[in-house]
């Protein structure tokens, strides 16, 4: 049974020494010295080249290394009948909710302004609300928007979520379909995007987004954090926002472009922090067990598991 791993920015050679290990009897192989396409029955990928996956015509799936497949689906030459599979992982989760409920915190505590405070020697208290005062609102409340609302919601917050389908998660508000956007949007202070990246969302973080946040944030005033996909931004817009004042702060994993370019203003930015698209990294041991996983599943006969609907596209 062969596996071809085709990896942009990573190094495959690190993921395919990880599976390599965790399962000798698999046959490795990295894209492109991968010898003959027919005989490679499971691809590995991470933004894969367009046109590679369709010349494995023996392919029986192929496996996301994130929790992201937006990077897949912008491949005009995409196998149809080829299953694709994308990552539910514990692991994956745990991260995420690790960043959102950090930066949530680090907008709701204020502490960017502390900071100032340190560098300028001052001892000085500024008002803290507490969390219930506070109310986030999470735009795509799938597997890990779900997760981030729960802990949110028992650190106090009133949480609510935004998704296509309604949701019934305890404690946390649901909101479903666009009709409903404008209703979430007005009742939240802090908003975290966790939205895949599909024809529908592409730029729907911009400035008419934001000015419908609610105004009435104890203090400072609407906040962003994005750590879905940067093209759901626009970023001239967040600038505008930051600048008027429609938006007090904000967060950002991710970029319309990345690398994010020196060049930007949002890195000089005193009210924006970035982070290099790590909110979750996808660690290759507990990814490649997952994916391990999967392909004795399927060698049983059993199916594939969080198979992604092509017609969605998430
Ligand atoms: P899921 O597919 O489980 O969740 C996606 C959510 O977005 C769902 O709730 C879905 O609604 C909602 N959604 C999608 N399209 C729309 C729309 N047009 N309108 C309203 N809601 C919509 O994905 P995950 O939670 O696992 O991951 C989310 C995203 O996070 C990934 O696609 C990836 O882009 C990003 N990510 C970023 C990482 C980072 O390090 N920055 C790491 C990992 C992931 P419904 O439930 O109704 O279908
Ligand atoms: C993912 C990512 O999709 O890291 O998992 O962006």
Redesign the pocket.
Known sequence: MALVFLIEEWSAEAWAGEMAGLAPGLDCRIWPDHGSDEEIDYALVWKPPAGVLRRFANLKAIFSL?????HIFQDPDLPEDVPVV?V?DRD?TMR?VEYVVLHVLMHHRRQRLYDGFQRQRKWREARQPAARETRVGI???????AACAERLRDLGFQVAG????E?SISGVESF???AALGAFLSRTHILVS?????P??HGILNRALFAQLAGDRPVDGPVLIN???GRTQNETDILGALDDGTLYAATL??FEDEPLAASSPLWAHPRVTITP?????SDPAALCRYVHDQILRHERGEPFTNVVDPK?A?
């Open positions: 994130g929790a992201g497949v937006d994308r539910v994956i995420m735009m795509g409340l799938g597997v890990l928007g935004w998704s296509r389908c949701k479903a379909g666009d966790l939205l895949p990246y599909t529908a969302t750590a879905g996909r994993d991710v698209h790590n909110a979750s990294v969605r998430y």
